[in-house]
């Protein structure tokens, strides 16, 4: 008896869990080529000026950049730190429905320093 019990524990358990709605993230993916408009190295926070062209006038995004976080340039990668303000980036996000967002990735296409 107490094994029917809790068979029948289970099977309730699993139909009420998967009966239950499901909230998938819907999350769109976002590319903006842009400027550095201010950094916080400390912070960890990075303002990016882009230009909407479906309203023809400049915008800005802040995003929170996490701890470690690589950023490409050149065949390399740069930390946070080494960004300057006006390098110009492609930075791939996710806009999540809350409206935060997710970085995927920033690519500094900034010319590389050195001699020529």
Known sequence: MRRLGLVIFIIMSVAAFSAAPSYSIERQMKVI????????????????????EEFDAYQEITFMVPDMFKINKGAGTI??????????????????????????????????????
């Open 33 to 52: 080529h842009g400027e550095v408009s201010s950094v916080d190295w400390v912070g960890g926070i990075l303002v990016v000026k882009w230009l909407e």
């Open 79 to 116: 930390g946070l730190s080494e960004l300057e303000i006006g390098d110009a980036l492609i930075v791939h996000y996710y806009e999540n429905p809350d409206g935060s967002t997710e970085l995927i990735s920033i690519t500094d296409t900034a010319p590389l320093g050195g001699a020529y």
